[in-house]
């Protein structure tokens, strides 16, 4: 993994907690991301979350590429008990979450204003060196539109003060808090505001809830977010604003843990901004390339690249590498260009419409493969497998990497029909591959559709069949993750010998 130097040196000076939530499966691709990016310390998981600590600044935490989102941590702490516990309890529960130690959210909040406010500085002074010439004709004009904003600010507080107390009334009777799923807007605003914000009692919030599990038939997520918001108000004298708060304080309730924190950016991390069509979920493409060893100067092949997600991943993180990717849709084709052209990389990647199974390259030209293997009812898996998987290989120098996206059908056809004798962890952490793992490889894309062999290659096609679909490649890792209603598994390969040499020769 590229990591960007100097980065941890200018955040928080003791270090601060956060969590990101991550796919489920992607915990571990999380956790050795943060260490190594970040230099973080104290890392942990849970289902779903990571936890760790790091001096790092915005800057450095933008650049997190598995994570879904990244939170301030105000606490972790062990479940509510919901046997034999009544509704009242638990709300008693939740407001001690604030009142038993409001010094820690006043602490939290401080942090998260200053990550914010020395981002800003640093923009700021960005855009000053960028433009030397300019700062001088620029400074009188930025002083009046400074004094001008608050004037402005002096008399919209006036009017929004009313309309304020009025949000306030409304939420204390109705409890009617804004939940997980709403769309966030842009990270700038959250920067002016937390700059704008000077003391604690100015601040305005929502709070976004989530119960799962035995809490979730006891209580809401609307009543968490009611006694919440009501506790926060009366303890620190915040204001609600459902609409364009300066905080959001989210709050998950499970069986395994309850856990507080702020929302550090409202974009999701895992939103990419340089991608225009989103096609394989971005942090999997990206945990796919981790796992390739791409180094400079490599040779890249995506030879079912869809939209380019994958390829898009890899040139950004490892920009000096030759990326080629090849489909033979032309709609798809068509999608991984512009994607290409918005991410400002259509030099960087060659993009070929040609057959996943007569790829134009020399044999062993190929340093790393990586694939995401479609499956569904629209992909029918037929003999034309085995012909995928040895054209990969066969393209594929000795020593090199293929990393593929498979389904569980993949899976149990790439190893003769039979149920898998040692499945994966049902919680998406590493399983280690024992020796009867050793035929797991990917399927091709439109199998269905092969033409049959001609009467004259039908002997050939008969050896084609016997030969095992790994033939000289090795499992190396094998990780279960979430596609969301389904699951996958990202498989990685290493080529151990030339198919036309005998494999004691070559290792």
Known sequence: MAVVPGGPRSGPAAGAHFFCTAGRGLEPFLMREVRERLAATQVEYISGKVFFTTCSDLNMLKQLKSAERLFLLIKKQLPFPVSSVNKGKIFNELQRLINDDPESWLNVISIWKNLLELD???????????????????????????????????????????????????????????????????????????????????????????????????????????????????QFGWKADLRNPNLEIFIHLSDIYSVLGIPVFRVPLACRAYIKTPGLRSTIAWAMASLAEIKAGAVVLDPMCGLGTILLEAAKEWPDVYYVGADVSDSQLSGAYDNLKAAGLKDKIELLKVSVIEL????????????????????????????????????????????????????????????????????????????????????????????????????????????????SLVPVDC????????????SKYKKSYSPGRSPACCF
Do not use: W
């Not at 009046?144 to 009313?162: G, H, S, V």
């Not at 990780?479 to 990202?490: E, F, H, N, Q, W």
């Open 120 to 234: 800003a500085k640093k923009e700021n002074l960005f855009h000053k060196n960028a433009n030397p010439l300019k700062r001088k004709v620029g400074e009188d004009d930025i002083t009046a539109k400074k004094l001008k904003t608050e004037r402005i600010q002096e008399i919209q507080e006036t009017k929004e003060c009313q309309l304020e107390k009025q949000v306030e009334e409304k939420i204390l009777e109705q409890g009617h808090f804004i939940t997980e799923g709403e769309k966030f807007q842009e990270l700038q605003n959250d920067i002016t505001e937390a700059v704008d914000t000077r003391n604690q009692s100015n601040l305005t919030f929502r709070v976004s809830c989530r119960c799962s599990g035995a809490i979730s038939k006891i209580i809401t997520a609307q009543e968490v977010g009611r006694v919440i918001g009501i506790a926060l108000m009366k």
């Open 360 to 471: 134009p390259l020399p044999s062993e030209s190929v340093d790393i493969i990586i694939s995401d293997i479609p499956f569904g009812k629209k992909f029918k898996l037929g003999k034309g497998i085995k012909r995928t998987v040895q054209e990969m290989e066969r393209v594929l120098r000795v020593g090199g990497i293929i990393v593929l996206l498979l389904s569980e059908d993949h899976h149990r056809h790439l190893k003769g029909g039979e149920a898998s004798s040692s499945p994966l962890d049902s919680q998406g952490g590493r399983t280690e591959d024992p020796g009867g793992e050793e035929r797991l490889t990917g399927a091709e894309k439109a199998a269905g559709s092969e033409p049959a062999p001609s009467s004259s290659a039908a002997s050939s096609q008969e050896r084609l069949d016997r030969m095992p679909p790994l033939g």
């Open 479 to 490: 990780y279960r993750v979430s596609l969301g209603k389904t699951d996958a598994l990202i």
